[in-house]
């Protein structure tokens, strides 16, 4: 599914219209309708609802759900705010719809505040501002987001919170946006839906299906995408009857140094549940017999350094490379990561210690192209320089992808892989007890595998995050997110293909 921004939306609106085509009072009622359709089975029936509309077309959506709402016989309150008192056409319309319904609105504007009472209520629907602002509120406006935001009600946003922009809030007043308890969108999520500072804006975020124009939405381009099941189950392979171990490829994962070992398990764990055929693991001398023990199906090349990585190895036998879970950052191993780095000529995965090694260094114009790298946000920002946002960090992540020809896979909630032609992808499988130690490490074991069954880069990193994501969600459904340990993610693996395949 693709992901737009707010000014390609309005586009797409206005698409619809001609082409459907409808009016567009028409689609605001579409629109509304589902909104209550979304929002009904979380209210309580018989508590107070508070409707709150702005003057533009948010608002009037906001409006023809006071409609859809008082014809249920649900009690309301519903203001009308506006600073100047002007208002769009479909806004008026969905007024004069509502007052032959006697139902009565409440204006408020600067000269009467405090007519805008939502104390008390149980729920307030924001309809004040819809995703086409470009400036923060201020004065009348902030006072009105103030007041909802402390009446201790449940809040549900239309299509977006109010005060927040659709992409970059760097110089927005956030003490100005609506903190909504959900938030219902139309069609698409919005980009700043999934960045990490954003989430105590939007609350629990739900896209509603309104019909636009599916001729306009293919033939709009975007460089956002949501990785979803129909995204990544066209990569999907059958394996063939005649098959052997040969066939799946031969990985080579670089990874754990004395004490902690137990990343390169993990790792070797999941590379192995993800379907490769051979698996060799270089590991530090001494931790042999662990390697042995608890993943007796892999092989071991143990490096002469019995506690660091420190030394290339040959590499004609392998499909693929991983490398850094655990490795450590001692001069040995910048060493050999530096020859490895020059020599590798088969698809690479980079996380953890290669990472914090090569941000030290400055080597990332030493990554081969299509390397795919898998940071989280802190490794990041020692690659890219410290970053102000997510949507800072966002921006940076694309242009480095693009500079370096690299994959890079940020990991968080909505996991953003961006890819060397400028595309960024964000994650829909995960949940938060993923946020454990060892989570990443399964990661690049899954893509390290993908990768060595000779999967193209793009694909490795997509189908791999979903694959984790989803295993992790699965894993998750049987016990609990709190429980949640990286060596229960490999477990679900084959589960995660089952259902990915069967979806």
Not at 220 to 243: H, I, N, Q
Request: charged letters at 20%; a neutral charge; glycine letters at 10%.
């Amino acid at each position: 599914m693709k992901i737009f921004k707010t000014s390609q939306i309005k586009e797409l609106d206005a698409y619809t219209i001609k082409h459907e085509p409808i009016s567009s009072f028409a689609l605001m009622e579409r629109a509304s309708r589902a909104f209550c359709d979304a929002v009904l089975p979380l209210m309580e029936r018989g508590r107070r609802v508070c409707v709150v509309a702005g003057s533009g077309n948010n608002g009037g959506d906001a409006l023809v759900v006071a409609g859809y709402l008082s014809m249920m016989g649900i009690p309301l309150s519903v203001f009308l705010v506006s600073a100047k008192n002007k208002f769009s056409d479909d806004c008026l319309q969905a007024r004069r719809n509502l007052e032959k319904r006697s139902v009565q609105v409440t204006l408020v504007g600067e000269s009467n505040p405090d007519v805008f009472n939502v104390a008390g209520a149980d729920y307030v629907i924001d309809g004040l501002f819809g995703s086409g602002l470009n400036r923060s509120l201020a004065g009348f406006y902030k006072d009105v987001v103030r007041r909802m935001n402390g009446s201790g009600a449940t809040i549900f946003s239309i299509d977006i919170p109010s005060g927040l922009f659709g992409e970059d809030n760097r110089q927005n007043d956030l003490e100005a946006v609506v903190r909504a308890d959900y938030t219902f969108t139309f069609q698409f999520p919005k980009l700043a839906f999934l960045l990490p500072e954003n989430a105590k804006f939007v609350g629990c975020v739900r896209w509603l299906d309104i019909r636009l124009h599916p001729q306009g939405i293919s033939s709009l381009p975007t460089d956002y995408e949501w990785l979803d099941g129909a995204l990544v189950r066209p990569f999907l392979r059958m394996r063939p009857k005649f098959s052997h171990k040969g066939t799946f490829g031969h990985a080579l994962l670089i990874a754990g140094s004395y004490g902690m070992v137990g990343a390169a398990v993990l790792a070797s764990r999941a590379c192995l549940r993800t379907g490769c055929g051979l698996l060799s693991v270089h590991v530090p001398g001494r931790c042999c017999d662990v390697l042995q023990t608890s993943v007796p199906e892999a092989m071991l090349e143990l490096d002469a350094d019995g506690s660091c990585f420190s030394e290339t190895s040959d590499l004609s036998r392998y499909n693929a490379v991983g490398v850094g879970p655990a490795l450590g950052k001692k001069e040995e191993s910048r060493m050999a990561l530096g020859a490895l780095l020059d020599s590798v000529y088969v698809p690479l995965v980079v996380d953890a210690d290669a990472l914090n090694i090569i941000a030290d260094a400055g080597w990332l114009c030493r990554l081969p192209e299509n390397t795919i790298i898998t940071p989280h946000p802190k490794e990041f920002d020692r690659l890219a320089g410290v970053s102000t946002s997510g949507y800072d960090r966002l921006e940076k992540q694309m242009i480095l992808s693009v500079k370096h020809k690299i994959v890079i896979v940020l990991k968080g909630a909505n996991t953003s892989i961006s890819m060397p032609d400028g595309r960024c992808f964000f994650n829909s499988t995960g949940n938060p007890g993923m946020a454990t130690a060892g989570s990443g490490d399964t990661l690049t074991g899954m893509i390290l595998s993908l990768l060595a069954q000779k999967y193209e880069p793009e694909a490795a990193a997509l189908l791999g995050v979903y694959l984790h994501g989803l295993a992790g969600d699965l894993a998750a459904a049987d016990g609990s997110q709190e429980s949640l340990m990286a060596s229960d993610i490999s477990l679900y693996i084959g589960k995660a293909y089952e259902k990915l395949r069967s979806a």
